[in-house]
């Protein structure tokens, strides 16, 4: 089991940045395929990004395709989501979470059975 806490979301004008982090209990993270996903009021959670064990294999919604970044350091047992060029559609809840049964990646949230406990993120016009 894992235990997922996301950090680093806030308030940033539109055409910023932001940089989340997820950190990950346990000696096993780099077992776990990781994603994030979001959800705005009134709306479904969506993927955004999803990362394989190693690294090597990533995957993006086709809306922050070019302008987000997921990577990991499985020493630090942490997950990163580099978001930049911000638009006021990116505001949302973001969540972190892990995939113990994804072959590579996963992009659906039924992969996913441990989940954090979001951050909020809002682009403000």
């Known amino acids: 089991q894992v235990q997922l806490v996301e950090s680093g979301g806030g308030l940033v004008q539109a055409g910023g940045s932001v940089r989340l982090s997820c950190g990950a209990s346990?000696?096993?993270?780099?077992?776990?395929?990781m994603g994030w996903f979001r959800q705005a009021p009134g709306k479904e959670r969506e993927f955004v990004a999803t990362?394989?064990?190693?690294?090597?294999?990533?995957k993006y919604a086709d809306p922050v395709k070019d302008r987000f970044t997921i990577s990991r350091d499985n020493a630090k047992n942490t997950v990163y989501l580099q978001m930049n060029s911000l638009k006021p559609e990116d505001t949302a809840v973001y969540y972190c979470?892990?995939?113990?049964?994804?072959?590579?990646?996963?992009?659906?949230?039924?992969?996913?059975?441990?989940w954090g406990q979001g951050t909020q993120v809002t682009v403000s016009s």
């Open positions: 990362i394989s064990r190693s690294g090597g294999t990533t």
């Open positions: 979470a892990a995939s113990a049964t994804a072959l590579i990646v996963a992009k659906t949230l039924y992969e996913y059975a441990y």
């Open positions: 346990g000696r096993t993270f780099g077992s776990y395929v």
